[in-house]
Structures are given as structure tokens and as C-alpha cells.
């Protein structure tokens, strides 16, 4: 039973990982470096980025832009 309970979970994260992902923004660092993926939380000190199951925190002071694939979302439409 706790197999059962353990995979339906599973399969509910993945399905609003899947969900979610359809809109992507781009995380540019300073030194090039690029993070793609679902922005969950941003403030003034770190940038959260969900990217497959990893949630990844970059500090502000190291963005140098923060682009919206606003391609994506005009193909989904809700």
C-alpha cells in the first residue's frame, strides 16, 4: 500500500513539473553561464530556479539578465 501511495505522489510531481515547465524563463549569469527552467521565487538577494527536480538559488549580485520565453506561452494557450 505504501508503494501505491508513494508512486500516485511521484506521479503527481512529475505531472506538475511538466505543467509548470511549459513557461520557461532564462537565468543569464555575469560569466555566461545560462539556467533554464520555472522561476518559483525571486527577491532582491536570490533568484530560485526549478530546472528538472532540482531547485537551484543564484544569487542576485551574479544575474546579468532574466529573460521571459514569452514564445512558449503564446503557443500554450490556457
Not at 506538475?16 to 553561464?33: C, M, N, P, R
Not at 532582491?44 to 531547485?55: D, F, K, T
Request: charged share 30%; proline share 1%; hydrophobic share 45%.
Amino acid at each position: 500500500m505504501k508503494k501505491i501511495i508513494f508512486f500516485a505522489v511521484a506521479a503527481g510531481f512529475m505531472f506538475y513539473f511538466a505543467e509548470t515547465s511549459a513557461y520557461a524563463e532564462t537565468v543569464i549569469l555575469k560569466d555566461g553561464t545560462e539556467y533554464k527552467g520555472n522561476i518559483p521565487h525571486q527577491d532582491s538577494q536570490a533568484v530560485y530556479v526549478i530546472q528538472g527536480m532540482e531547485l537551484i538559488k543564484i544569487k542576485a549580485e551574479d544575474i546579468k539578465e532574466i529573460k521571459k520565453d514569452e514564445e512558449i506561452k503564446k503557443k500554450v494557450k490556457i
